[in-house]
């Protein structure tokens, strides 16, 4: 079993690299005509409004994404993001001004007349993250279609993958983070905790986005919990902040800005932690695989391909920690929030 | 666009899809999901429980069956006990009446033993005497049969009469 898994994932690391490997190829073409290993790399962990999948030769396999822009004086506006490229490079440029609005080599939206403008494009990202919720909306309505289906029963196929990890996050992390009141929480932390493991699970294979690696993401996830645990906090919760009981007068000023600037870290450390674990995975593979086009040597080639199926291992593990790290830390402070007795023990 | 900058385009889209799948998984999964699950376990509990009960009145029956076989071995011990007392008293009470009726018959026959032990010496008595008188009789006859004797006799018995 173990030996069938390796095979596959080092068969599966080679493919990734022969994918990845082609869009090196494409990267490195720089304007002073030098290698640029970042230039691919930074390529993948970024969002980009075309999706790439592969160079043959000097095609480029795309998919061309709608371009949606906003801009006060000129409303909705679609395009599509093949209008802004080199039909035959596909690279962005400002040269390729399409209807005053321009792409630039960054991925930039910018307009030609400097105006303001807000990009909307359903970038690789978005449709990332649509592919993301159409596997989740799948799995688990199909689960939930079980019980419709049979009642109370055992579970079965889809409903034994879902069902243990729902009764995981009910009772492991939001029974016991949040307390007798978790019940209300469990469909929120449920919802993220399968929307980012899709997503880090999904992110690794060859060719797809870096959903959950990228700051917007995790961003809006960690403030959907800064809302959430906000929204319910109790009276105890906000007397904790602004009167923290224990502290002598003349130290609650300090104290009061340091909780207050404590209500915005613990979503801002959510925010970084997931960026960075998966942008910092996605690095670590993408390098090991710049090495085989750096050396242009067999025997480094086969030493990454052999790093990067472990540290492929890793990430499968990795994915799965940060989005339980992720929910259980979000439960812990929605826990925080709607407890009514004191909580001194936290300082 | 930006490693570390969150675009607005992706924060608006993200916030719309997360929203989204928040509200339908939550609508078509979520909800009856947990509601099964806790009806599950409901269930599970429940015939946990009336297992627990149905073994309990398990274990009660069977000490109750306990206790009536414990009844039951005594009772079949006393009656046996009591059968045994009973056939060792018949056994002994028929040796008793045996040994009673033995002596009994023993006495009886002894008594007709002696009976008829008296009646053949009488008969042997009679007989004897018969024979004697017979014999008496052939003697005297054959003495008496002269005068001498005849005298002699008599004088004998006048001799006998008078030392009586």
């Known amino acids: ?347 | 666009m930006d490693l570390i900058i969150p675009s607005a385009g992706l924060i608006f889209w993200q916030l719309f899809g997360f929203l989204s799948l928040l509200f339908l998984l939550v609508k078509f999964a979520w909800k009856p999901m947990l509601a099964t699950l806790a009806e599950r376990e409901a269930n599970i509990d429940g015939a946990l429980k009336s297992a627990e009960q149905a073994r309990n009145e398990m274990a009660n029956l069977k000490s109750e069956n306990e206790k009536l076989l414990q009844e039951a071995r005594l009772e079949r011990d006393i009656i046996l006990k009591k059968a045994q007392e009973a056939s060792l008293k018949m056994i002994e009470d028929s040796k008793l009446e045996a040994s009673k009726q033995g002596a009994q018959l023993i006495l009886s026959a002894k008594a007709v033993i002696e009976t008829e032990k008296k009646a053949a010496l009488t008969e042997v008595k009679n007989q004897v005497a018969l024979l004697t008188l017979e014999v008496t009789e052939k003697l005297l006859r054959k003495k008496l049969s002269d005068d001498k004797a005849q005298i002699e006799l008599v004088d004998q018995f006048i001799k006998d009469l008078k030392l009586n």
Do not use: C
């Open chain 1, 1 to 347: 079993m173990t030996r069938k898994f390796l095979v596959v994932s080092l068969l599966f690391s080679v493919f990734l690299m022969n994918f990845s490997g082609v869009s090196f190829a494409t990267a490195s073409e720089t304007e002073e005509g030098k290698e640029d290993p970042t230039g691919f790399i930074m390529h993948h962990i970024k969002d980009s409004h075309e999706w790439h999948f592969v160079t043959v030769g000097h095609t480029h396999i795309t998919l061309p994404l709608p371009v949606i822009t906003y801009a006060s004086n000129r409303g909705l506006e679609f395009y599509n993001s093949s209008d802004f490229q080199n039909p035959k490079t596909h690279k962005f440029s400002k040269e390729f001004a399409h209807n005053g609005i321009y792409i630039d080599n960054h991925d930039h939206l910018g307009r030609v007349d400097g105006g303001s403008i807000i990009d909307f494009s359903i970038t690789k990202n978005v449709v990332m993250m649509f592919l993301v919720i159409a596997f989740v909306l799948y799995i688990s309505i199909s689960a939930a279609r079980h019980y419709q289906k049979n009642g109370a029963v055992a579970p079965k196929g889809v409903a034994s993958f879902v069902e243990p990890i729902v009764i995981f996050v009910r009772d492991e992390i939001a029974l016991k983070s949040i307390g007798p009141k978790y019940k209300k929480f469990v469909p929120y932390l449920l919802t993220l905790f399968f929307f980012i493991w899709t997503g880090n699970l999904l992110g690794l294979l060859p060719g797809a986005a870096n959903l959950t690696g990228n700051i917007a993401v995790t961003f809006t996830l960690a403030m959907l919990t800064f809302v959430v645990v906000n929204v319910n906090g109790k009276k105890d919760y906000w007397k904790h902040v602004f009167a923290t009981p224990g502290v002598p007068a003349a130290l609650l000023p300090i104290m009061v800005a340091v909780e207050f600037i404590g209500l915005f870290t613990k979503p801002f450390a959510l925010m970084v932690r997931l960026f960075v674990a998966i942008t910092a995975g996605h690095i670590v593979i993408l390098s090991f695989i710049a090495l085989v086009f750096i050396f242009e040597s067999y025997s480094i080639g086969i030493l990454s391909t052999i790093m990067v199926a472990s540290i492929n291992i890793i990430e499968l593990l990795v994915a799965t920690i940060q989005a339980y790290v992720f929910t259980l830390f979000s439960a812990m402070y929605i826990g925080g929030a709607v407890t009514e007795h004191q909580q001194d023990d936290h300082h």
